[in-house]
C-alpha cells in the first residue's frame, strides 16, 4: 500500500464550479499536511498547509484534515481554467522519519473554460 | 528574494557518464532536500541536509548516487556511470528551519536525460 494515495485523474471540472481533490495517507503518526500546485514542466508550489483536525481556508483555497480518517482534501472554490494543473498531496514523515515529504502521485485537474 | 536556484535546468548525458547537478538554496535555508520526479508520478525523497550535515540519504537509489553540501548552503547531487533509469526530474527544496512545520520551496528542477 503506498503511503499517501492520490486518485490520478483527470478531474474535469467546469468553470466556475468547486474541484474537490482527496488525499489519504497510511502513517497515523503523521503531523503535518501540504498541497502543491504543479504546472507542467514547472516546480511544485505552495498553496496550503494544515497541521490540525478541521478547515483552513485561503481565498479560494480551504484545505480540510480529519486524523481519524487519515483523509485531507482541497477544496478549490470558483475554478479558473488557470487552476488547471497537477495537486500533489504532501506529508512530512515526522515523527516516522526525518523532514523529508512522501508525495502522493498527484491529481491532474482541468477546468473547462 | 530569490528563490531555489538549480542547474542546469537540462542535462543530457550518455550512458556511463557522471553527472553533477547544483542547487542554490535560498538565503539563511538551514534545511535542503533533494527529490527524483518521475514522468506522471510524485516526487520522491532522496536526501536531506541540516546545514552542511547529511541527516538522511535512505532515498539514495544505489551507492552511485552522492550528495554533498560542504558549506551548508549550495549542494550538488552527484551521479556516477549513469544509466536510462536515472533519466528524471531532479528537485531541490529548502526550508528556512528543521521542523514538521516548515514549508518546503522547491527549484525549478534539472530534467536529466540519459541516452
Known amino acids: 500500500q503506498k503511503e499517501v494515495e492520490q486518485n490520478s485523474g483527470p478531474l474535469s471540472v467546469p468553470e466556475g464550479a468547486i474541484a474537490s481533490l482527496n488525499c489519504t495517507y497510511s502513517?497515523?503518526?503523521?503531523?503535518?499536511f501540504f498541497w502543491y500546485r504543479q504546472y507542467s514542466g514547472k516546480s511544485p508550489e505552495l498553496i496550503m498547509s494544515?497541521?490540525?483536525?478541521g478547515d483552513q481556508e485561503d481565498g479560494r483555497f480551504t484545505a480540510q484534515l480529519n486524523k481519524a480518517s487519515q483523509y485531507v482534501s482541497l477544496l478549490i472554490r470558483d475554478s479558473q481554467p488557470s487552476d488547471s494543473a497537477t495537486y500533489l498531496c504532501?506529508?512530512?514523515?515526522?515523527?516516522?522519519?526525518?523532514?523529508?515529504?512522501?508525495f502522493g502521485t498527484g491529481t491532474r485537474l482541468k477546468v473547462l473554460a | 528574494g530569490a528563490g531555489v536556484s538549480q542547474s542546469p535546468r537540462y542535462k543530457v548525458a550518455k550512458r556511463g557518464q557522471d553527472v553533477a547537478l547544483r542547487c542554490d538554496p535560498i538565503?539563511?535555508?538551514?534545511?535542503l532536500f533533494w527529490y527524483q520526479q518521475a514522468l506522471g508520478q510524485g516526487p520522491e525523497f532522496l536526501t536531506y541536509?541540516?546545514?552542511?550535515?547529511?541527516?538522511?540519504k535512505s532515498g539514495l537509489p544505489s551507492d552511485r548516487f552522492f550528495a554533498e553540501r560542504p558549506e551548508g548552503s549550495v549542494s550538488t547531487l552527484k551521479i556516477q556511470r549513469t544509466q536510462q533509469e536515472d533519466s528524471a526530474v531532479y528537485l531541490c527544496?529548502?526550508?528556512?528551519?528543521?521542523?514538521?512545520?516548515?514549508?518546503?520551496?522547491f527549484g525549478d528542477g534539472t530534467r536529466l536525460s540519459i541516452l
Open positions: 504532501a506529508v512530512n514523515a515526522y515523527p516516522s522519519g526525518t523532514y523529508k515529504y512522501i
Open positions: 527544496a529548502s526550508s528556512l528551519e528543521s521542523g514538521t512545520h516548515q514549508p518546503q520551496h
Open positions: 502513517d497515523r503518526g503523521s503531523q503535518s
Open positions: 494544515i497541521y490540525s483536525n
Open positions: 541536509f541540516q546545514n552542511e550535515a547529511q541527516l538522511d
Open positions: 538565503s539563511g535555508h538551514v534545511s
